[in-house]
């Protein structure tokens, strides 16, 4: 049986802001190469326990006890980099050996002239066997499409940055990592990508993130900050659901039996002072104990949305030819689609292909350069946008909402008053009348999304809903789309939510084209698949029709003129195929760092191979004949 060794302790952690506690008495431990989750509600202090874990904050009690010599990483929600520094300058600034290898050796490579400092930093690369893992750290930066190795860090865009920093830990190697919401600012194949990474690795790993399929797939215990305290669940996402839903039903069990008793106890105590002696001073501290306890019960906190919406018109909206370019960048090429009642669309695409334009066109907040789109007189429409919450930091939470409106009209008559409004996303008494600059990311994430909702909108447009909200916001808010009658289009990373909201897809693929895909995300990724493996079929099929075709051609003995000619063409291609070949290798092997034009090169041999194997294949056919 292997050794289980205790890498992290965390012993009596507390931490307040003010009079708001977020934790007392934290107590868990983490071992040699868990992978662990951490879930909790928005603003409970998620963020703050990592950072005190990574040693960027401090706790007010309690202390945090690594095992010697660990090295530890942490991906922040928020990271930032010294302007001036290239994106290859910044991933290699770390404390691995090989990291520190390879930084020298590319500044040597700068100074051609000092042979000394050159064969110094050979040798060094020759003995940590670094060579594989500088070809390493540029493939994690490609696979995060960072490629433009020498883009300088203020010229990044905030998702840039983001990944930047993800790669940097990753390319550290450490032996615990600490990752703060990592899939936000991923497209959904680095997201797979980074997946797959995570659970092929041996380090040991405690993150945060909304991302449950994710969760499910790297993360094999879950640990769930509530009420201050921790609490530990040895499995998956499905499993952590499971045991919750079972904890939630024995403490209302309890709490039940706790108020029958107070309700008994109360009465007691409110008997004539007269009675009370110092022997019922233990029974007087046993009271308010159970107070405590009564004040524990679970409640499910959902976030009921049975708000009241104007009734859709037979036309909603219509999409004709439309087209929008950037310069020579096609962003949208000759869509066309009508929006029916009902619909649940789930708009997917790698970063930077347009999916938010494509919103922004539709909603009149961007014109596009062709095409048209008709909008029906009675949609009302509910934009939900990447920007965030605009509000100023100094107002209250409760007067951002009255703003909209002081009551909101619910079906069947009913309303409710802001406050209430507020109750039901989560913000409770004091809550309501913090102001904006003090909630958490998630908390102005979901202040934000009620502002959206309050105006009863009949065509709802989300983009990137899921960032910054918590798996238990995430759940409520997956309850209302599913309940809500008007027309829903999302756009979002998060598998999870597009599988269980959405009934079809429109797939930017880039070049202005969109498919509409009838399926959820799930059956996408099936389909792509089964395309992938029908056209690998179809490359082989083809080959070995070839091959038969040139077996049952053996009664062919001579070339027509034209063939003659396609041969003696063939070896000259071929031998400058070659040579161009060769070039790129040597190229490849001098140690190079000029990022673009290695970017360039490897795009060049991508499309050389193939080229130069297609036309061997065609000589060694014709070679079978006499010349």
């Known amino acids: 049986m292997a050794e289980v060794i205790n890498v992290l302790s965390v012993e009596g952690l507390a931490k307040s802001y003010g009079n708001k506690v977020l934790f007392r008495d934290l107590q868990?431990?983490?071992?040699?190469?868990?992978?662990?989750?951490?879930?909790?509600?928005?603003?409970?202090?998620?963020?703050?326990?990592?950072?005190?874990?990574?040693?960027?904050?401090?706790?007010?009690?309690?202390?945090?006890v690594y095992r010697k010599d660990l090295r530890v990483r942490y991906l922040d929600q928020e990271p930032r980099f010294k302007e001036g520094q290239g994106i290859l300058e910044i991933a290699l600034n770390g404390e691995n050996p090989m990291l520190h290898a390879i930084r020298n050796y590319e500044i040597a490579l700068s100074h051609p002239e000092d042979t000394e400092t050159m064969s110094r930093c050979l040798a060094e690369m020759d003995r940590?066997?670094?060579?594989?893992?500088?070809?390493?750290?540029?493939?994690?930066?490609?696979?995060?499409?960072?490629?433009?190795?020498?883009?300088?860090?203020?010229?990044?865009?905030?998702?840039?940055?983001?990944?930047?920093?993800?790669?940097?830990?990753l390319i550290e190697e450490p032996d615990f990592l600490i990752l703060d919401e990592p899939t936000n600012h991923l497209d959904l194949d680095m997201i797979e990508w980074l997946e797959s990474y995570l659970s092929a690795s041996s380090l040991t790993l405690l993150m945060v993130t909304h991302d449950r399929y994710f969760l499910e797939r790297v993360c094999g215990t879950i640990l769930e900050m509530e009420d201050g305290q921790i609490f530990k669940y040895d499995g998956n996402y499905s499993y952590f659901l499971e045991k919750r839903a079972e904890r939630h039903l024995n403490e209302r069990s309890q709490a039940e039996k706790a108020r029958n008793l107070f309700r008994r106890e109360l009465e007691w105590m409110r008997s004539t002072p007269q009675a009370r002696t110092t022997k019922s001073k233990s029974r007087i501290d046993a009271f308010s104990d159970l107070k405590d306890q009564t004040k524990l019960t679970k409640r499910d906190e959902a976030v009921q949305l049975e708000m009241r919406m104007e009734r859709l018109g037979s036309k909603i909206l219509e999409i004709h030819k439309l087209k929008k370019a950037f310069g020579d960048k096609p962003i949208v090429d000759q869509f066309n689609y009508v929006f029916k009642k009902g619909d649940r669309v789930g708009i997917v695409g790698p970063n930077g292909v347009g999916k938010s334009t494509f919103l922004k066109m539709i909603t009149g907040q961007m014109e596009p350069d062709g095409g048209k789109i008709i909008i029906g007189e009675t949609v009302q429409f509910g934009y939900y946008g990447q920007e965030g919450l605009k509000a100023p930091e100094d107002k209250r939470v409760i007067d951002v909402v009255k703003d909209i409106a002081e009551y909101i009209?619910?079906?069947?008559?009913?309303?409710?008053?802001?406050?209430?409004?507020?109750?039901?996303?989560?913000?409770?008494?004091?809550?309501?009348?913090?102001?904006?600059?003090?909630?958490?990311?998630?908390?102005?994430?979901?202040?934000?999304?009620?502002?959206?909702?309050?105006?009863?909108?009949?065509?709802?447009?989300?983009?990137?809903?899921?960032?910054?909200?918590?798996?238990?916001?995430?759940?409520?808010?997956?309850?209302?789309?599913?309940?809500y009658p008007g027309v829903v289009v999302v756009v979002s990373h998060d598998r999870f939510f597009v599988d269980k909201i959405c009934d079809h897809l429109f797939l930017f693929e880039g070049n202005g084209r969109i498919r509409d895909f009838n399926g959820g995300y799930s059956d996408y990724r099936e389909w792509k698949k089964k395309e992938e493996k029908k056209a690998a079929d179809a490359r082989q099929f083809y080959r070995q029709k070839e091959a038969k075709k040139k077996e049952g051609s053996k009664e062919k003995t001579k070339?027509?003129?034209?063939?003659?000619?396609?041969?003696?063409?063939?070896?000259?291609?071929?031998?400058?195929?070659?040579?161009?070949?060769?070039?790129?290798?040597?190229?490849?092997?001098?140690?190079?760092?000029?990022?673009?034009?290695?970017?360039?090169?490897?795009?060049?041999?991508?499309?050389?191979?193939?080229k130069l194997e297609e036309k061997e294949m065609r000589w060694l056919e014709l070679s079978e004949y006499e010349q």
């Open 409 to 483: 009209p619910l079906a069947k008559g009913k309303s409710l008053s802001a406050a209430q409004m507020l109750e039901r996303f989560l913000f409770e008494g004091e809550d309501q009348y913090n102001y904006v600059g003090k909630l958490s990311g998630g908390e102005k994430r979901r202040l934000y999304l009620l502002t959206v909702l309050m105006a009863n909108p009949n065509f709802l447009i989300l983009d990137e809903p899921t960032n910054d909200l918590d798996i238990l916001t995430l759940n409520v808010l997956e309850d209302f789309l599913l309940d």
């Open 128 to 169: 940590l066997k670094a060579w594989d893992f500088e070809a390493r750290v540029k493939s994690i930066l490609t696979e995060l499409q960072l490629s433009d190795f020498q883009q300088t860090s203020e010229t990044l865009s905030g998702g840039q940055v983001k990944r930047l920093a993800l790669a940097r830990v």
């Open 28 to 64: 868990f431990g983490i071992q040699q190469g868990e992978k662990v989750a951490l879930v909790a509600k928005n603003g409970t202090g998620k963020t703050s326990l990592l950072r005190i874990l990574a040693g960027t904050d401090t706790p007010d009690k309690g202390r945090v």
């Open 559 to 610: 070339l027509s003129f034209k063939e003659k000619r396609e041969f003696e063409n063939l070896e000259i291609e071929i031998q400058e195929l070659e040579q161009r070949k060769q070039e790129i290798e040597a190229y490849f092997e001098s140690g190079s760092s000029d990022a673009e034009k290695l970017q360039e090169l490897s795009q060049e041999m991508k499309a050389l191979i193939p």
